[in-house]
């Protein structure tokens, strides 16, 4: 059981390239999310997804794309690089949306936009 | 938008010494977490908190559900090196987890 897994673990992009951030779980959970982490600031949540085909807005969406096509996976895609999107992301899964169950985070991507 | 006011920004301790960091808001939240990340990884739940008043241990750390439900605590007692890195106090409004807000991190060293 590997949980929440993530790549890659680093990365450089030039600005105005795309790339995709992978995430998968093995949980069979229903819901799925991507942050970003910035220095000194909380985890803002930039997309989510209730379960396979259904996605929707978190609080920071512009410049980021998603998909959901299976229940495992939940992939980001950044399709114009820019320094902005420089950050720390977090991919997460839980069983519901409820605090009253465990939200378990991957162990990050480290994106850097020059 | 919603904020969460975390402090201290960072501590350095000595090993052995008790911990105390807290996390307010304007805002009345239903929920309160807290979470941990170790370098290079991803947060890590701690302690879950219901209800107003609410006190609840995991090991040396406890964490409490203020009275007021705008803010929260978390206590770390007699501290070890593997206690070092940064502790999340994250709040939700009854939206679940995608409305979660959380705080900018109290970043934890410990001195051997």
């Known amino acids: 059981n590997a949980g929440v897994t993530q790549t890659p673990k680093f990365r450089i992009l030039k600005i105005g390239q795309s790339m995709t951030?992978?995430?998968t779980q093995d949980m069979n959970?229903?819901?799925m999310y991507w942050y970003r982490q910035d220095p000194g600031m909380g985890l803002k949540l930039i997309y989510y997804s209730v379960g396979a085909?259904?996605?929707d807005k978190g609080e920071v969406p512009n410049g980021y794309n998603v998909s959901r096509s299976t229940t495992e996976d939940f992939p980001l895609r950044l399709e114009l690089a820019a320094p902005s999107q420089t950050s720390v992301y977090f991919c997460a899964s839980s069983w519901t949306s409820r605090p009253t169950d465990t939200q378990y985070f991957g162990p990050g991507t480290r994106l850097t936009v020059l | 938008g919603q904020q969460l006011n975390q402090?201290?920004?960072s501590m350095f301790i000595q090993e052995g010494e008790d911990v105390s960091m807290n996390c307010t808001s304007s805002s009345i939240f239903n929920t309160w977490l807290?979470?941990?990340q170790d370098p290079g990884e991803g947060p890590v739940l701690l302690i879950a908190l219901y209800k107003a008043g609410e006190?609840?241990?995991n090991g040396r750390l406890t964490a409490q559900f203020g009275i007021t439900r705008k803010d929260s605590?978390?206590?770390?007692s007699a501290s070890i090196p593997s206690d070092v890195g940064i502790y999340f106090c994250a709040g939700d409004l009854?939206?679940?987890y995608n409305k979660l807000i959380f705080g900018a991190g109290t970043r934890l060293a410990v001195h051997p």
């Open chain 2, 94 to 96: 009854s939206g679940g």
């Open chain 1, 29 to 31: 959970h229903n819901y």
């Open chain 2, 55 to 57: 006190l609840t241990s």
């Open chain 1, 21 to 23: 951030l992978q995430c």
């Open chain 2, 73 to 76: 605590f978390l206590n770390i």
């Open chain 2, 34 to 36: 807290w979470y941990k």
């Open chain 1, 53 to 55: 085909g259904i996605t």
């Open chain 2, 7 to 9: 402090s201290p920004q």
